[in-house]
């Protein structure tokens, strides 16, 4: 069965409404407009997944929002533009490549049922195009400035709602024939198909009264009595930050251990097929130095690393599709939307949201052990081999950041384009006249540190206790975690005593 997609259009910044911000922001009692537009595509059983199209002003406010609200489906925040139909585009762009139903759906209607979705959905396994109509109920006349120039029958009229829904090759098609058209005016996406498809039947399910847009603010009273909410309801404000982010930690800190129990869950699976097929990995970073300062997790750890010889990753990545379905391999060959360059196990029912996602891209978001490809380095001198992994990886990272087309962005660009290969070149040219059996360390592209270890201090394995259960560590634990933190025993600051993630969720509904 072709994946249903809802496409919340919340592009608009609310010139005509009148308010001091976008009118999907506001607040309809606890949620604004848009989380309850939301809210109803992401409980609904039909719906596979959704896309926010928002102003590019209000993309971290969307993310705050998906965090809060544990927004699950949700695998794109896509940005809009000037008219409604720069945003129905965005959304086709997105899902350029899958065969998908799309149901574009107006933020300003938060009082979309689950009926009214369910209707639409179920008209898309016979229909191409469906759109969502209510029973004109006043009489409606034609004019010509203050005259009346004749009287409509009624009976053949509608209200246009939304969802309005497509099978995406379908809405593709009308578009291109539109942008093809000098004289295309914007308007809706049933008025584009029907005026470029003709021969596409548009199939209308019912409205209902509380479907309405959200026009003026003359209309809250309105919305405000359909929730059954007081004025005052209506005008509450968003929480101030510093309270969003305490509500944040105090839940992470909560469901921390159930998160980490998760993790080593994985961490579990991985190193049973590592066993299996002889394929070599050792604990890692903070993981190992749990393993020696806590006899497990650092307390206020939230993630697992380990390490794997780049040699091994094809075998490794042979042996993962005997992973129990709820997980997979996710690496930049199966997800080239992946900036980093590691190699992650996810466990799919859970979510994590971290300080460098990306919503506008749609990589799988689920908790994840790290395993970084480790390789032979040549034996540089120690300042001029840090100096060039560190200034390499920054190059790197700062290239495949998120950019926005701008006079600075195209300046990094050549720069840092530059600085990269040189870094690059310097760390080749010089590896064909310095040997490489003595230091070992992660590949060029992920040793941000520039840290590395003598071969010896990593091989022969030997085993170390994390969580009550025995794991590869290295040859010389002591010397590996000198090289990686100097006097690892101590314990940082208080205030640096924090994991990585933003917001995570151990199992998703």
């Known amino acids: 069965m072709t994946p249903n997609v809802a496409v919340v259009l919340a592009g608009g910044v609310g010139k005509r409404f009148g308010a ?15 989380e309850h537009a939301v809210a109803t595509f992401d409980r609904n059983e039909h719906i596979a997944e959704i896309a926010v199209v928002v102003h590019p002003d209000y993309v971290d406010r969307v993310q705050e929002m998906m965090t809060r609200g544990g927004w699950h489906k949700v695998k794109h925040i896509l940005c809009g533009g000037a008219e409604r139909t720069d945003s129905t585009q965005a959304a086709l762009r997105a899902y350029a490549d899958r065969v998908v139903n799309l149901l574009l759906h107006d933020a300003a209607r938060p009082l979309v049922s689950d009926a009214i979705v369910d209707r639409v959905c179920k008209a ?111 005008s509450k404000k968003i929480q101030p930050q510093g309270n969003f982010k305490q509500n944040l930690a105090e839940h992470n800190q909560k469901h921390l251990r159930q998160m980490q129990l998760k993790l080593v869950d994985i961490l579990r699976e991985i190193t049973t097929l590592c066993d299996r097929h002889n394929i070599p990995y050792w604990l890692d ?58 190699y992650k196990v996810r466990d799919n029912n859970s979510l994590i949201v971290e300080a460098g996602d990306d919503f506008s891209l749609s990589y799988e978001k689920g908790l994840f052990v790290d395993i970084f490809p480790m390789t032979a380095w040549p034996s540089f001198g120690a300042k001029f081999s840090r100096k060039v992994a560190r200034g390499y990886c920054r190059a790197n990272a700062i290239l495949h950041a998120q950019h926005y087309y701008s006079l600075r962005s195209t300046a990094e660009l050549f720069y840092f384009g530059m600085k990269r290969a040189l870094f690059a070149t310097l760390w080749k040219v010089g590896g064909w006249f310095c040997r490489k059996d003595k230091y070992y360390s992660n590949t060029l592209d992920n040793s941000g540190n520039g840290n590395r270890h003598l071969r010896a201090t990593v091989f022969p394995l030997t085993e170390i206790e994390f969580e009550g259960e025995r794991f590869k560590a290295p040859a010389n634990v002591d010397q590996y975690l000198k090289d990686l933190f100097r006097d690892y025993m101590a314990l940082p600051p208080e205030e640096h005593r924090t994991g990585h993630a933003i917001f995570f969720k151990t199992q998703l509904d």
């Open 124 to 234: 898309l396994e016979q229909h191409s195009a469906v759109a969502v109509a209510q029973p004109v109920t006043d009489t409606i006349v034609r004019a010509d400035a203050d005259l009346l120039q004749g009287t409509l029958v009624r009976s053949t009229l509608r209200s246009m709602q939304t969802p309005q829904a497509f099978r995406r090759e379908v809405l593709a098609q009308a578009f291109e024939l539109a942008m093809q058209d000098p004289q295309f005016q914007a308007t809706d996406d049933c008025g584009v198909v029907a005026k470029y498809l003709p021969n596409i039947a548009i199939h209308l399910v019912d409205g209902e009264e509380k479907n309405k847009k959200l026009t003026s603010p003359e209309d809250l009273p309105i919305f405000c009595q359909w929730l059954d909410l007081s004025a005052a309801d209506s």
């Open 20 to 34: 001091p911000e976008p009118k999907q922001f506001l607040m309809l009692g606890d949620k604004t407009v848009l």
């Open 285 to 342: 970073s903070g993981t190992l130095l749990g393993a020696v300062r806590h006899g497990g997790f650092i307390p206020w750890d939230d993630d697992i690393d380990i390490c794997v010889p780049v040699e091994d990753l094809p075998r490794l990545v042979e042996a993962c599709r005997e992973l129990p379905k709820h997980l997979s391999l996710q690496c930049p060959e199966t997800e080239p939307q992946m900036r980093m360059p590691v």
